[in-house]
């Protein structure tokens, strides 16, 4: 590590502590840690000193000062980021300067500022994408909010897909989506473009998708590879040419598929439709939505989002199972999944119980009272993994017997069929009613599927959750808020 410079007066010529530490950067003078970064093909060595580091990133405090902090000169090995955005998330800790170039350059950037938990830089690079959304890069830019749960440029990226549908598909960059946004797409009511189109993209999208699992490009191996995006494609609303030039020539369709399906398209009805084939004989509706503004609203993490309407998923029946009896820390986690993409926002609890109002029978609960206390909750949701991606911290003077919202610090965006956890603590002494935990429930044709392994998990009443829709409503009552 460097320890001198031939420069001894360099803080003389220096007039910001962002030069200073710039030059420091720069030169290596007094730094105490060293990076190994990036993987065996592109690997470069950088020095950089804790202190700053630390300042400016928690991660990096609990790396180098924390109690699992490692001791002695050993490089710290980071092999899932590219040298060039390590570098540049160093000068923007010690200069408060990023520059900005390309679409793949600030992915990059923003996976190493979400990794060190710098949600400025996290900012300036969500700013950057939202300034240059176009047809050409809205897939990878949707791809990219959806990876780092970035919600509102979700939505502005899903109002681009369903507002220029075509321009969109005919791109070379849609060819690389992953399969969850093509069946995103697929599962919108709402874009512009013919089915013919949409299915034209869909076995552009097979080919290039059978290349990337080294399968020879045969009809059986791109009807594999589509998935159970085959079903979601609407073949009733194509015209009886379009079916026969297209589809039906297409090897996909085995014969009687393709004549059942011609069949019901020129006289719906007429014969049973087989399985996985879409039955909807609506066309997509084609909408027209503003274009986005040049710049992401600075405040776009934290303002009232406008966007998107709250639907409640009640998972507990009206019978009471129980009563517990908080006499620390009293915690239940709910385990579910859905069936359709959504966003979190929070869910619903039942308040404490007087006791003089304790029922002595499991019974619905008993009537609400005026008389208020302090509630303390802390809730959060966690991935399959046991990953937290969201949380609060609920205060507030609430009712007896009654319930409360409580909402998320920021909403997050879950996909289909991924198990996730809600978890809650209550903080305050006192007796709270558990109810019967409803294993399916459908709202708006969405099912939730709820885990009943565990008593508590009852303490939990509802979901709050909503949908992304290209036509956004607006929302009065809760505003996203940062995490962090």
């Not at 010529?13 to 190994?36: E, H, M």
């Not at 009293?330 to 926002?345: A, N, T």
């Not at 009537?367 to 507030?396: K, M, N, P, V």
Request: proline share 7%; net charge negative; aromatic share 10%.
């Amino acid at each position: 590590m460097a320890q001198s410079s031939s420069n001894t007066d360099w803080q003389t010529g220096l007039s910001r502590i962002s030069q200073r530490a710039g030059y420091l950067l720069q030169s290596g003078q007094w730094s105490d840690c060293t990076f190994v970064v990036g993987n065996e093909n592109n690997q470069k060595t950088l020095e950089a000193h804790r202190l700053i580091l630390a300042m400016s990133s928690p991660v990096f405090e609990a790396m180098f000062f924390g109690g699992m902090a490692e001791k002695g000169d050993k490089p710290v090995e980071i092999l899932d980021v590219q040298p060039q955005a390590f570098k540049a998330l160093l000068q923007y800790i010690y200069s408060d300067e990023i520059n900005l170039r390309s679409f793949d350059q600030v992915c990059e950037i923003c996976y190493a500022a979400k990794k060190y938990m710098l949600p400025s830089l996290v900012e300036q690079c969500t700013q950057f994408i939202w300034s240059d959304l176009h047809p050409g890069n809205v897939c990878r830019a949707f791809e990219f909010a959806r990876l780092f749960e970035e919600p509102l440029l979700l939505e502005k990226c899903l109002q681009i897909i369903c507002t220029k549908t075509e321009e969109v598909l005919k791109d070379s960059s849609f060819e690389e989506v992953e399969i969850g946004t093509l069946r995103t797409i697929l599962n919108q009511d709402s874009l512009a473009a013919s089915e013919l189109v949409l299915w034209e993209a869909c076995l552009r999208w097979t080919k290039q998708e059978c290349c990337r699992m080294s399968l020879d490009v045969t009809p059986m191996n791109q009807r594999k590879v589509l998935g159970d995006c085959l079903s979601l494609i609407r073949f009733l609303t194509m015209s009886p040419t379009e079916f026969t030039n297209g589809p039906a020539l297409s090897g996909l369709l085995v014969q009687e598929e393709s004549f059942s399906l011609l069949m019901n398209i020129s006289s719906p009805g007429v014969a049973p439709i087989p399985s996985p084939f879409c039955q909807i004989l609506k066309r997509r509706i084609k909408v027209q939505v503003s274009a986005p503004p040049a710049t992401a609203p600075s405040s776009s993490r934290s303002s009232a989002v406008g966007q998107n309407v709250q639907l409640r998923c009640v998972c507990a029946g009206d019978i009471l199972a129980g009563i517990l009896v908080n006499e620390q820390l009293l915690d239940c986690m709910l385990s579910f999944s859905v069936d359709r993409d959504v966003c979190i926002y929070g869910v619903e609890m039942p308040t404490q119980y007087l006791q003089q109002n304790l029922p002595e029978q499991p019974q619905p609960p008993p009537q609400e009272t005026h008389e208020c206390y302090s509630e303390l909750i802390y809730a959060f949701l966690q991935d399959s993994d046991g990953c937290r991606i969201t949380y609060t911290h609920f205060t507030a003077r609430v009712p007896y017997s009654s319930s409360v919202e409580v909402m998320f610090n920021r909403p997050v965006y879950i996909v289909p069929n991924k198990v996730y956890r809600i978890g809650v603590v209550l903080n305050k002494l006192g007796r709270y009613p558990v109810h019967i935990i409803i294993p399916y429930v459908t709202v708006n044709e969405c099912t939730f599927t709820f885990d009943r392994d565990r008593s508590r998990n009852g303490l939990i009443t509802a979901v709050i959750f909503g949908y992304f829709s290209p036509e956004p409503t607006p929302r009065q009552d809760h505003p996203w808020m940062p995490m962090y």
